[in-house]
């Protein structure tokens, strides 16, 4: 529940500060410092022209969306097996939804985040939250991988260990279920002779 919380709080501040940029900054011209010498505000649109063959599109394009969240879903609660991977998967989802509603209601991207130490890099949160979220992704699939691996060896050396415990019993075994069986057949001697012994008395009596 928690990664669901945190995600839906990033898509909402997505949505907010391209809100205040389209709205407090002038279109294309504008800018706000918010860090001097290091990154300032900016209104600039982005028409997604490198995916207009799906944005041409708005009922396609919000299907794929709408299939992307379910699957997302679908992993959240039923394959990934930890809190890092589902709340690494829903900030990247995140990302996806941010851009794509924009693109799909509006048909642009309002990017307003700009460095100033490098050149033409203009972004806005989702495009953070995308790439955020696939590196941490990757690296809880990569870490997930390792941890299984490590449990697999685990449970390798626990039956080699019990093996070798079997092993060690069964002669253990064997040598007292011996004693046993010979102490067994004593006694079912004694019990056979000991008739004949007492009914050979009398006659040794007569012959003396």
Known sequence: ????????LL???DQL???????????NNGTKTLIPSVLQMVNVRNDGSALSFIT????VFLALLALMTVLSVVLVAKVLKTGFARTSLLILLAGVLGNG???ALFGYVTDMFELL???NIIFNLADILLGLGAVLFCLSLFFSRGREEDEDDE?????????DEDVDERPRRGFFSRRRDDDDDDVRRRCLFLPIHQMMRPLRSCDS
């Not at 529940?1 to 839906?8: L, Q």
């Open 101 to 103: 509603l924009d693109l």
């Open 11 to 13: 898509l909402v501040l």
């Open 56 to 59: 041409g599109n708005k009922v």
């Open 155 to 163: 449970d390798d050396e626990d039956d080699e260990d019990d093996e």
């Open 17 to 27: 500060t391209k809100f205040i940029a389209s709205h407090f900054v002038e279109l």
């Open 1 to 8: 529940m928690i990664p669901v919380i945190i995600a839906a």
């Open 117 to 119: 130490f490098l050149p």
